[in-house]
Structure formats: structure tokens, C-alpha cells
């Protein structure tokens, strides 16, 4: 049973995303994979390839750091560690963005929603939602349901019981929220827990053009610290970007309760854990979680 006050979704960003798809294209590591065919090379050549491969897989792209981060996210936003439960999951929970849906919280009225239903179509032409894509076209930008009432939410989680539909919902996370935020934060030179900061804040936030956006927490934490590409201390620049998204989230009514940050994320900061290393415990709007 969601707890509709513990939910939260961002802000329309539709128009950012490309850049954030293509910062994540640029600055994404290559995979190890990629050095498969590559010519034979000398000893301290092959070394070195070695040690690099290994640094690009320190972070929050590491396979077991992804899982952790989406238990942190499904947490503050479903009340529960269970993120992969969360694909049906479908409901309004009157914050002004229409239906808010999915392991990240796709909303009808923010366009995520509308290109993730258009992933799926393309991938799998006439399927239960497919139906719907003109209703969200109309509906995007507002809270509207026209167009969608009576049976999308049924629907939904029709969908929701089909392979292809949670493929498209893990790869849309990624392309629009995961991927640029850990690429952002490689870029910044922060660690596995300041990526992860970094992608909390783009999944509640969006990075939009508004002054609560994740470009705008960023800026605001910009102002107060340098990270550390810019030669700066870690610790510092996260409590200080940390500080900027608090301020965001009193900015409004929906996001007034900064649990996710206070006695998560902070806990993990103050305790000096940047590499978001296991075991994990942290609050949640007063419920206690743990990851061993």
C-alpha cells in the first residue's frame, strides 16, 4: 500500500534531456567489453588498460552499487526496498503532475510518462498502452487525465506483467536519470555517494530550468564549494550540495519532508562512507531500513 504524501515526482525537463543524454554519451567509461578484440598489448600497456577498466567500474554504475541505489530510491519513494515490485505501480497522488508511475515514478504530466509508453511502442507495436499515446501527448504539461480515464491504470499494470515493459521502464531510467547523473558526477570527480546524491536529486527534481532543478541545486552548491575536479574537498562540496538540495525540496509542499536527505544520505556522508559501501541503515520519513 503506497503512502501517497511519501511519493514525489519532478518537474517537466523534457527539453533538457538531450543535453543530459548526451553529457552522459560523452562522458560515460567504456566497458571493459570494448577492449575484447583489441590488439595484443606489452605488459605494462595491458596493465594499465587493466587499472583504468577498474576505475571506470568504481561507482555507482558498479552492478551491486546500482541495486543498492535503487533500494534508496524505492525507499523514499514507495516505502520499501522492493524496487522491482514497483513496476505496477500506478496512481495520482494530487501533486499537480497527473499519474505517477513505474520503478521511478514516470508522470503523465512531465513527459517522462509519454516517452517511456513511446519506447514500448516502438519496441512492441500494439500494446495495451499503446493506445493511450495521443491521450498523453494531450495531457503533457498538466494533471489532466483526459483521455486516460477510465482503464489506463488497469492497463498499466497489465503492462506491467510484461518483460518488454519493464525493460523499457529500466532503460528510460537510465537514459533520462540514472546515466547522466553518474556521469555528472564522475565529471565532478565525487565518489559512488555523491553520485548517488546526484541521481536522488535529478529523480525527485528534474533538471528542468527552474530555480529547483537539479542544474539550479548544483549551481547553489557551486557557489558554497568547489568539487573535487575543481580542486576542491569531497566532503565539503557534498555537504554543501547536500545543503542546496534541502533548500530546494522546503521550496514546496510536496517535497517539505527532507528525511531522504537528513538521515540518509547525510548519515552516510557523516559517517564518512563515500563509497556508499554496505552495511547501510537509514531512515525514511521515521522508517528504518537496512542493507547488509
Not at 553529457?23 to 595491458?46: E, F, M
Amino acid at each position: 500500500m503506497h503512502a501517497p504524501h511519501k511519493r514525489t515526482a519532478r518537474r517537466n525537463t523534457r527539453p533538457v534531456r538531450l543535453a543530459l543524454v548526451a553529457l552522459g554519451v560523452t562522458l560515460t567509461a567504456i566497458p571493459a567489453t570494448a577492449y575484447a578484440g583489441a590488439p595484443t598489448q606489452p605488459a605494462g600497456h595491458q596493465e594499465a588498460t587493466v587499472t583504468r577498466q577498474v576505475a571506470a567500474a568504481t561507482g555507482l554504475d558498479d552492478p551491486a552499487k546500482k541495486e543498492i541505489a535503487m533500494q534508496l530510491v524505492s525507499s523514499a519513494e514507495n516505502s520499501t526496498l522492493d524496487w522491482k515490485a514497483q513496476y505496477k505501480y500506478i496512481e495520482d497522488i494530487g501533486d499537480g503532475r497527473g499519474y505517477t508511475a513505474g520503478i521511478i515514478g514516470f508522470c503523465s504530466g512531465t513527459g517522462d510518462m509519454l516517452d517511456l509508453v513511446e519506447l514500448y511502442t516502438q519496441r512492441k507495436p500494439g500494446n495495451v498502452l499503446a493506445k493511450y499515446l495521443p491521450a498523453l501527448r494531450e495531457v503533457d504539461g498538466t494533471d489532466s487525465h483526459d483521455g486516460l480515464d477510465p482503464n489506463f491504470t488497469r492497463d498499466w499494470v497489465t503492462a506491467a506483467s510484461d518483460p518488454a515493459f519493464e525493460q523499457a521502464q529500466n532503460d528510460e531510467r537510465d537514459r533520462v536519470y540514472f546515466n547522466p547523473a553518474v556521469s555528472r558526477g564522475k565529471a565532478d570527480g565525487i565518489g559512488t555517494l555523491g553520485q548517488f546524491a546526484y541521481y536522488d536529486a535529478i529523480v525527485m527534481h528534474g533538471d528542468g530550468d527552474d530555480g529547483t532543478s537539479f542544474g539550479a541545486i548544483r549551481e547553489r552548491a557551486l557557489a558554497k564549494a568547489k568539487p573535487p575536479a575543481q580542486g576542491g574537498n569531497e566532503v565539503t562540496y557534498l555537504n554543501a550540495f547536500l545543503d542546496a538540495r534541502v533548500w530546494a525540496m522546503q521550496q514546496e509542499e510536496a517535497h517539505s519532508d527532507t528525511s531522504r536527505v537528513d538521515t540518509a544520505q547525510r548519515v552516510f556522508l557523516n559517517n564518512g562512507n563515500l563509497n556508499l559501501d554496505p552495511p547501510l541503515d537509514w531512515k525514511v520519513y521515521g522508517d528504518s531500513y537496512h542493507v547488509g
